[in-house]
């Protein structure tokens, strides 16, 4: 938090208003994902040899929810389609050059866990490369509706016993885009004092200024989750954001179950006269033993003619611990936009549902939920890859183009059932011939109706014309 309190003294720029609870709900969200929240899987534990620690197991919703939800609204299926092609191949490089496709599914993921991420596109090499940031390194500005205009993008290095931030400001002046770079070195956790950037990046310029931009050139991602911790926040939520009490039983039921074997295992109790002695070297005092490599045996004082050996095995509660983890994996998923029934753990794994769902379920729901931010967000990111292009000459754009996304949705109702439905409603007159394209294909409207054409024009083709028709009315006598 010393590095966001430093952003907010910084004098020479305008007011840097954070919310630090949310930078903080950032940061145990980041914790959960990778599996270790500090506060939740330390435990301390009380023994006869006194206090120890250790570290609880878990399950890892948080990665394994985050996964789930990224997989199944964008994945190898999903189709971006633009209406003039020219530029539809130019989009389709810059992508290719980048990996595209699998960095976004990945930063998707990282999205969903920690409430959102930022594409940057820019120029290196005359080339338009694509830098993807995480929620932690990016703190909004200004924003209207929702809508960021400007933002600063924190970046820490460690060189040595120093710690660097390396802030990337871009912000408005003039009507003119500026981005500004500036470097801090310090030996804590504050921002320290500004220095060189040479220090670090000797190539990197202090300031660019970009005229000609309406909006800028950074897309801001987010699940469409409302922001119940801030709600004047501009920030997504992470989806498991109010399901943390849920995560920390989830977790501290399977630690009891990893617990169960380990505490339950097989215990036979022995009178102590009848333990082996063995003295000590160190005190000269004797210590009895039986067979200490087998940790099956206890030793208890008892009276000398007590030569009882007594099982005190207790009965492992494997079903109960199974039958409370899915218990709570049902309410875990119903708090993350799931279904019930999507998690579930076998007493050796957890597993994720992977029959086709119906369209009214929760979980195909919240797909198409977050399918619809995603989507304006993609087209935003296709426009600022359009103006750097533009900017720098790399390629050019029409005036108007229109940009489709095609998501995937086969875990819903397989093809043939979507193109039965379309051509059912175009049959009954309740779907144009085109929009039904549009839905079956992911088609753009130009597509779709260019497509539609060619169909007319094969129609055409395969049809006899007037004279054929007359032609073949007098072979078979009906005129005379």
């Given at each position: 938090m010393?590095?966001?309190?430093?952003?907010?003294?910084?004098?020479?720029?305008?007011?840097?208003?954070?919310?630090?609870?949310?930078?903080?709900?950032?940061?145990?969200?980041?914790?959960?994902y990778?599996?270790?929240?500090e506060?939740?899987?330390?435990?301390?534990?009380q023994?006869?040899?006194?206090?120890?620690?250790?570290?609880?197991?878990s399950?890892?919703?948080?990665?394994?929810?985050?996964?789930?939800?990224?997989?199944?609204?964008?994945?190898?299926?999903?189709?971006?389609?633009?209406?003039?092609?020219?530029l539809?191949?130019?989009?389709?490089?810059?992508?290719?050059?980048?990996?595209?496709?699998?960095?976004?599914?990945?930063?998707?993921?990282?999205?969903?866990?920690?409430g959102?991420?930022?594409?940057?596109?820019?120029v290196?090499?005359?080339?338009?490369?694509?830098?993807?940031?995480?929620?932690?390194?990016?703190?909004?500005?200004?924003?209207?509706?929702?809508?960021i205009?400007e933002?600063?993008?924190?970046?820490?290095?460690?060189?040595?016993?120093?710690?660097?931030?390396?802030?990337?400001?871009?912000?408005w002046?003039?009507?003119?885009?500026?981005?500004?770079?500036?470097l801090?070195e310090s030996?804590?956790?504050d921002?320290?004092?500004?220095?060189a950037?040479?220090?670090?990046?000797p190539d990197?310029?202090?300031?660019?200024?970009?005229?000609?931009?309406?909006?800028p050139?950074?897309?801001?991602f987010?699940?469409?989750t409302?922001?119940?911790i801030?709600?004047?926040?501009?920030?997504?939520?992470?989806?498991?954001?109010?399901?943390?009490d849920?995560?920390?039983?989830?977790?501290?039921?399977?630690?009891?179950?990893?617990?169960?074997?380990?505490?339950?295992?097989?215990?036979?109790?022995?009178?102590?006269?009848?333990?082996?002695?063995v003295?000590?070297?160190q005190?000269?005092?004797?210590?009895?033993y039986?067979?200490?490599?087998?940790?099956?045996?206890?030793?208890?004082?008892?009276?000398?003619?007590?030569?009882?050996?007594?099982?005190?095995?207790?009965?492992?509660?494997?079903?109960?611990?199974?039958?409370?983890?899915?218990?709570?994996?049902?309410?875990?998923?119903?708090?993350?936009?799931?279904?019930?029934g999507?998690?579930?753990f076998?007493?050796?794994?957890?597993?994720?549902?992977?029959e086709?769902?119906?369209?009214?379920?929760?979980?195909f729901?919240?797909?198409?939920?977050h399918?619809?931010?995603?989507e304006?967000?993609?087209?935003?990111?296709?426009?600022?890859i359009?103006?750097?292009?533009?900017?720098?000459?790399?390629?050019s754009?029409?005036?108007?183009?229109?940009?489709?996304i095609?998501?995937?949705?086969s875990?819903?109702?397989?093809?043939?059932?979507?193109i039965?439905?379309?051509?059912?409603?175009?049959?009954?007159?309740l779907?144009?011939?085109?929009?039904a394209?549009?839905?079956?294909?992911?088609?753009?409207?130009?597509?779709?109706?260019?497509?539609?054409q060619?169909?007319?024009?094969?129609?055409?083709?395969?049809?006899?014309d007037f004279?054929e028709l007359?032609?073949e009315?007098v072979?078979?006598?009906?005129?005379?």
């Amino acid at each position: 938090m010393g590095l966001l309190k430093g952003i907010e003294k910084l004098s020479d720029h305008k007011d840097v208003t954070l919310n630090e609870e949310m930078f903080q709900q950032i940061e145990i969200w980041k914790s959960l994902y990778k599996g270790y929240y500090e506060k939740w899987h330390n435990i301390t534990y009380q023994t006869v040899e006194g206090r120890k620690q250790r570290i609880m197991e878990s399950l890892n919703m948080a990665k394994a929810s985050a996964a789930e939800m990224a997989s199944l609204v964008f994945n190898e299926k999903c189709e971006i389609s633009i209406s003039d092609d020219t530029l539809a191949n130019n989009i389709e490089e810059v992508f290719k050059q980048n990996k595209f496709y699998k960095k976004f599914q990945d930063y998707l993921e990282y999205s969903f866990a920690l409430g959102g991420m930022v594409i940057k596109p820019y120029v290196e090499d005359e080339k338009i490369r694509l830098s993807f940031v995480t929620a932690d390194c990016f703190i909004p500005l200004t924003w209207q509706n929702e809508t960021i205009y400007e933002a600063v993008f924190p970046s820490e290095y460690k060189k040595g016993d120093k710690k660097y931030t390396h802030l990337e400001w871009h912000v408005w002046e003039d009507g003119e885009y500026v981005i500004r770079n500036e470097l801090y070195e310090s030996n804590g956790q504050d921002l320290g004092i500004k220095v060189a950037l040479s220090t670090l990046f000797p190539d990197l310029e202090e300031e660019v200024r970009i005229s000609g931009l309406s909006k800028p050139i950074f897309t801001y991602f987010k699940p469409n989750t409302a922001n119940n911790i801030d709600t004047q926040s501009p920030l997504g939520i992470s989806i498991y954001a109010n399901a943390l009490d849920t995560m920390k039983a989830i977790d501290t039921a399977f630690d009891s179950l990893h617990r169960e074997f380990r505490l339950g295992k097989k215990r036979i109790i022995v009178p102590a006269h009848m333990v082996q002695v063995v003295i000590d070297p160190q005190t000269g005092e004797p210590k009895r033993y039986f067979n200490t490599s087998d940790e099956t045996y206890e030793a208890l004082n008892a009276d000398e003619n007590d030569v009882d050996i007594r099982d005190m095995t207790v009965e492992l509660r494997v079903e109960e611990h199974i039958e409370a983890i899915n218990a709570l994996l049902n309410l875990f998923a119903m708090q993350t936009g799931f279904s019930a029934g999507t998690f579930t753990f076998d007493g050796e794994s957890m597993k994720t549902a992977t029959e086709v769902i119906s369209e009214q379920s929760k979980t195909f729901k919240s797909k198409q939920s977050h399918e619809v931010i995603i989507e304006a967000s993609l087209q935003e990111l296709i426009d600022s890859i359009v103006a750097i292009a533009e900017l720098y000459n790399i390629f050019s754009a029409p005036e108007n183009y229109e940009v489709a996304i095609s998501f995937d949705d086969s875990i819903a109702e397989d093809k043939s059932a979507e193109i039965n439905q379309q051509i059912q409603l175009v049959t009954n007159q309740l779907q144009s011939r085109k929009r039904a394209i549009m839905r079956i294909h992911g088609m753009t409207e130009e597509d779709a109706e260019q497509l539609l054409q060619e169909i007319y024009a094969e129609e055409r083709q395969g049809s006899p014309d007037f004279e054929e028709l007359q032609s073949e009315s007098v072979l078979f006598g009906a005129r005379e």
